[in-house]
Each structure stands twice: as structure tokens, then as C-alpha cells.
């Protein structure tokens, strides 16, 4: 079965600084498809970043960028110069041959002032 | 573009009847996915549809059952309620309908049964 693994129901950062969110998953596929997703409260869930597994090159969105270890099934989310409207939960999810995404349990991103 | 609308955005219901949810995806995008999002089971996979037909379909009993229109419009259908069956539901909507796309999220619709 293919599991997403998001180890760090809660995380804290000061504005400003750098956070890095962790993911792993686990899958038998070889062409497959990573997001990061930001679900602030009680509003829309929104893609922060996406990675395609066949690229070797990490993806970057202005302050968010991941690092992508394929052979560890891993997949973390860097967030810098983090922002107070940063704060949200954010998901990790994995996408391949079908359109059905596998959800990690998603870490709540606090930013102290 | 107008992004994914999805009606009602709440709703109520009692245990035993029946509740339609609807989900306009973004103009031109031919797939729409449902999920059911829970405290306790997290973010879990409907069904998806694309082009009127249903193409994948999650874990869930038959009474969670979905259409779509020929103008990419879904509805899903949730029958004889149960108390369980209050969650955030969510609708994505995809544009060509490929495995590579990105899936773009309404805002849900929250359902309580009581």
C-alpha cells in the first residue's frame, strides 16, 4: 500500500526565520508526482509546490523549495523568511498513475511574531 | 479564472437522510476528484470523474456515490447519513484530466449529521 508519512503534527517558527517541514512516502511506482499543499484555517487548501520524481532538480517557489531524496523516498518542504500568513496545516501528497491523491497527516506550521 | 466553487459551503443534516453536494471545477477543466477530510482519518480519496464517467473510485461504502455533467459539473450523493459522515469535503478539479495534472481544491463543503 502506499503510504505518506508527515512525522511532525506541529512545528513553530519566528517570523523571518527558516522552517523545514519533513515528508517520506512509500511507493512502487517510478513515475510519480510530489505536492505540498497549505490548508490555512478554515479556508481553501491551496498547492504550495510540486515536484515531478523523474526530476532531479529540487522545485522552488520564491521562499518555498523542496528537497527531493528519490532514493529515500523523501520529500521536505523549506520555507524561509517565514511570513505570519505562512501559518497553516500543511499536507504532503503524492500523486501517480491514477488521479487519486495519497495525503500525509499534515503538520500545523505555527509563526511567532 | 474563476477557481473551484463548490455549494453549499455548510450544511446540516439528521442521521438516515440523504445530502447532494456540488462542485463547479475551474472553466475548461474536465476532471473533478472528491475527498472527505476527518480529524481522524485525514484527507481520503472518493472517486474522481472525468468527461461523465467515473475513472477511480476510493474506499468508501455505496452509499457515497458521485455523477458528472457533460459541462464537467459533479455532484456527489451521500445516502442514509451517519454520524461518521461528518467531514469537510472537497472538490479538485484538474484540467485535462492526466495523472500529471495539478489538483486544484474548492473550499470544501462542511457537512454535520446529528
Not at chain 2, 479564472?1 to 459551503?9: C, D, E, L, N
Request: net charge positive; hydrophobic share 30%; aromatic share 12%.
Amino acid at each position: 500500500a502506499q503510504t505518506v508519512t508527515q512525522s511532525q503534527p506541529e512545528m513553530s517558527v519566528q517570523e523571518a526565520e527558516t522552517v523545514t517541514l519533513s515528508c517520506t512516502y512509500d511507493t512502487s511506482e517510478s513515475d510519480y508526482y510530489l505536492f505540498w499543499y497549505k490548508q490555512p484555517p478554515s479556508r481553501q487548501m491551496i498547492l504550495v509546490i510540486r515536484q515531478e520524481a523523474y526530476k532531479q532538480q529540487n522545485a522552488t517557489e520564491n521562499r518555498f523549495s523542496v528537497n527531493f531524496q528519490k532514493a529515500a523516498k523523501s520529500f521536505s518542504l523549506k520555507i524561509s523568511d517565514s511570513q505570519l500568513g505562512d501559518a497553516a496545516m500543511y499536507f504532503c501528497a503524492k500523486g501517480g498513475a491514477t488521479n487519486k491523491l495519497i495525503f500525509g497527516t499534515g503538520t500545523l506550521l505555527a509563526v511567532q511574531p | 479564472k474563476a477557481g473551484v466553487t463548490q455549494t453549499p459551503r455548510y450544511l446540516i443534516k439528521t442521521r438516515g437522510q440523504q445530502v447532494t453536494l456540488s462542485c463547479s471545477p475551474i472553466s475548461g477543466h474536465r476532471s473533478v476528484s472528491w475527498y472527505q477530510q476527518t480529524p481522524g482519518q485525514g484527507l481520503q480519496f472518493l472517486f474522481e470523474y472525468f468527461s461523465e464517467t467515473q475513472r477511480n473510485k476510493g474506499n468508501f461504502p455505496g452509499r457515497f456515490s458521485g455523477r458528472q455533467f457533460s459541462n464537467s459539473r459533479s455532484e456527489m450523493n451521500v445516502s442514509t447519513l451517519e454520524l461518521g459522515d461528518s467531514a469537510l469535503y472537497l472538490c479538485a478539479s484538474l484540467a485535462g484530466g492526466a495523472s500529471t495534472d495539478t489538483q486544484y481544491f474548492g473550499p470544501g463543503t462542511r457537512l454535520t449529521v446529528l
